[in-house]
């Protein structure tokens, strides 16, 4: 193992791991980008908000499409082209929304933009599989993290800066310029992943089997499960917290800048360390470990809004968010483990679970006000307890121990 991993390891070059990084996340960067222009866009299309929101749905839609589409597409031609024609007719939806003068032809756009970026995400986890294994992906994913943290610390700064010098059709030419590098650089970094050989027609009959054999395996889909949860408790903390500590605590936009920023270096910090107690404990004991710790950071939170402690509130948001960091690339590489056959379908089902989930039940915090952080607190706290009893119980299964000695040993 540790003789193939080393050279699997000169197989992806930094700027590959980079570009890998960069699109898983182009998804949440896309739907992100462009909210501090949200009114503007309401107020040019002469519509109403939550119709122009329908916008962003598209958006979470498409990335959910395409990544339930790129998976098969991927496994049968191959990792390299399906990603080059991604970000090209990536860039061509991001342009398109840029000369939309209606809201239901820009909601189009948005969901094939959404879609292409879908494939990215896709095949990059599809693509990181080919190449490594055991406790080298763990890495890989960890190394991913730390480009893909970046996504909450650019794309609101980046939108609120470009809406100073441009109007929202500006900023989806800056997206649409952004697909023109990734596709260009693909060109020059990215090489096939998946011989021919290893490639598997594409059939709807046989897709369908694969979906369904992969959503029937237990180590799977616990660990599929514990990435949305996951990502829930983080897309919770993602939609809620500028509400929550400008109207609870007094924060302002420029505090909030900087708070977000630094939970965001502790999420790619987090994703560091969760490699490390992989490396020592195997995945399930790094879960074992991480999930436990972001769910009392989520206690603590709730402590916190309950005394009206703004400092502790603050403090533990950091401690949750760096936790999670802790766990999400860990599980991420749990769930590709036993999917080398068809990594590309279980990548596109993982990304769809991590979406849907996150997406459903991570705005419930929301919906009962800003007044405290209480409610974002303890929908967290549901969350990653949920994840908590989903690892405990994948420990006890059959197939934990051989698993846990696979991602253990020494590399």
Known sequence: MAARETGLARTVPLAALVLFGAMTGLGPFSMSVHL?????????????QPSIQLTMTACVVGIAMGQLIAGPISDAAGRRRPLLAAMALYAA???????????????????????????GMTIARAAIRDLAEGQHLV???????????????????????LLAVTDWRGVFVVLAL????????????IRESLPPARRVPLRPVATYRTYRTIAGDRSFLTAALIVGLAYGAM????????????????????????????????????????AALSARFGSLG???????????????????AATHLAALVIAALWFTVASIGMCMPVASAEAMRSQSANAGTASGLLGLIQFALGGLVGPIAGAFGSASA????????????????????????PRSTAATAATARPQ
């Open 286 to 304: 790094a879960l074992a470990r991480s999930l436990p710790t972001a769910t009392f950071g989520s206690v603590l939170i709730m402590v916190g």
């Open 93 to 119: 939806a991001s342009a398109g929304c840029a000369l939309m003068w209606s809201v239901p032809a820009l909601a189009a756009l948005r969901c094939a933009q959404g879609i292409f970026a879908g494939f």
């Open 139 to 161: 890495r890989l994913f960890a190394r991913m993290a730390i480009i893909s943290g970046l996504t909450p610390i650019l794309a609101p700064n980046l939108g609120g800066a």
């Open 178 to 189: 952004l697909g023109v590098v990734l596709a260009g650089a693909s060109t020059v970094s």
């Open 36 to 48: 501090p222009g949200l009114p503007d866009m309401a107020d040019d299309l002469r519509t109403s």
């Open 374 to 397: 209480l409610p974002l607190g303890a929908t967290m706290c549901v969350l990653l307890c949920a994840a908590c009893v989903l690892c405990a119980r994948s420990a006890s299964g």
């Open 235 to 274: 897309f919770s903390y993602v939609s809620s917290s500028s509400f929550v500590l400008t109207d609870a605590y007094g924060v302002s936009k420029t505090q909030f800048g900087l708070l977000f920023a630094l939970n965001a270096l502790g999420f790619m910090g987090g994703s560091q360390v969760g």
